[in-house]
């Protein structure tokens, strides 16, 4: 099973971070698992597990932001990637895009989306978002999900 874990890092999948808000209330998760579905409207995939706290609000709020990090910004992937710590928001700058969701001002671009609608995946939901508007901030490669290495803890999972 280790095969298989090694074998999925080698698909080319970016590193974003998620933003998702519901009133006054905000958070942020790091996901590999997001993809464009659809040009007509422009729609995007983003695979998560229930469980995240992120999920509570993406399905209240409705909205969701897609920061793209670039290939120095492991140390806020791993950031994002823990959950149930205090002030998760508290690292990076955050601005509201137009829907609410919060943009990091850090990231390399970032895609402000509405849920469209979501269907199970397994053990997680695919949830299916329209993108609203889209924006560059700053200059860098993308990261790969293969830079992250087990910072995921797939590997326990298998
Ligand atoms: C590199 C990396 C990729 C990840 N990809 C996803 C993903 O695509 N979907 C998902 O639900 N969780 C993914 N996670 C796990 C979540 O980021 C993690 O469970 C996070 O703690 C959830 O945050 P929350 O509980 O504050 O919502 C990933 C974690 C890392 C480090």
């Known amino acids: 099973m280790k095969e298989i874990e090694a074998v999925l890092q080698h698909m080319t999948q970016g ?5 998702v808000v519901d009133g006054d209330k905000t958070n942020a998760f790091t996901a590999a698992w997001v993809m464009q ?5 422009i729609l995007l995939a983003i695979s998560i597990n229930p469980e995240h706290y992120s999920y ?15 290939r120095e910004q492991t140390h806020i992937a791993a950031h994002f990637g823990q959950s149930g710590i205090q ?6 700058t955050w601005a509201p895009a137009l829907t609410g969701a919060p943009i990091l001002q850090e ?3 970032y895609l402000d989306c509405k849920v469209s609608h ?3 995946a397994g053990d997680h939901r695919l949830v299916i ?4 508007e889209a924006r560059k901030l700053n200059v ?17 999972l298998f």
């Open 15 to 19: 590193v974003y971070v998620v933003g």
């Open 87 to 92: 002030d998760k928001m508290a690292m990076g």
């Open 56 to 70: 509570q609000l993406l399905k209240k709020g409705g909205v969701c932001s897609v920061n793209i990090l670039s």
């Open 118 to 120: 979501e269907t199970s």
């Open 129 to 132: 978002c329209e993108v609203l």
């Open 37 to 41: 579905v659809s040009f007509a409207p």
């Open 107 to 109: 990231s390399l671009a």
């Open 140 to 156: 860098g490669a993308a990261m790969q999900y293969a830079d992250t290495g087990s910072m995921d803890n797939s590997t326990e």
